[in-house]
Nanobody, 120 residues
Framework: EVQLVESGGGLVQPGGSLRLSCAASGFTFSSTPMSWIRQAPGKGLEWVSSISNFGVSTNYADSVKGRFTISRDNAKKTLYLQMDSLESGDTAVYFC?????????????WGRGTQVTVSS
């Protein structure tokens, strides 16, 4: 059974930073591309970033490019998202998924996510 536990969210001022983590189990993490997805209040799911199974290839939504950095530690089965220069528009619940940027919408075993609130 796929299990994903997101953590690291919180309240931060505009311009601040946070580092999210996603602990994964129930599948072969080192063989699986991973993505971060977010859901802002009152809006649908939005793809944020993806990383290939060995971390060689990464992709970012235009809205976060240059501010967010995705990474992974296959030995720890953990996915990360370093978020810098945070803006109010980044306020959302953040989820991770064992999918690429092309097929993340097919995933349906979401974790609880971690809340990120950017506010002064």
């Amino acid at each position: 059974e796929v299990q994903l536990v997101e953590s690291g969210g919180g309240l931060v001022q505009p311009g601040g930073s946070l580092r999210l983590s996603c602990a994964a189990s129930g599948f072969t993490f080192s063989s699986t591309p991973m993505s971060w997805i977010r859901q802002a209040p009152g809006k649908g799911l939005e793809w944020v970033s993806s990383i290939s199974n060995f971390g060689v290839s990464t992709n970012y939504a235009d809205s976060v490019k240059g501010r967010f950095t995705i990474s992974r530690d296959n030995a720890k089965k953990t996915l990360y998202l370093q978020m810098d220069s945070l803006e109010s528009g980044d306020t959302a619940v953040y989820f991770c998924a064992p999918r690429t940027r092309l097929n993340w919408r097919s995933f349906d075993s979401w974790g609880r996510g971690t809340q990120v609130t950017v506010s002064s």
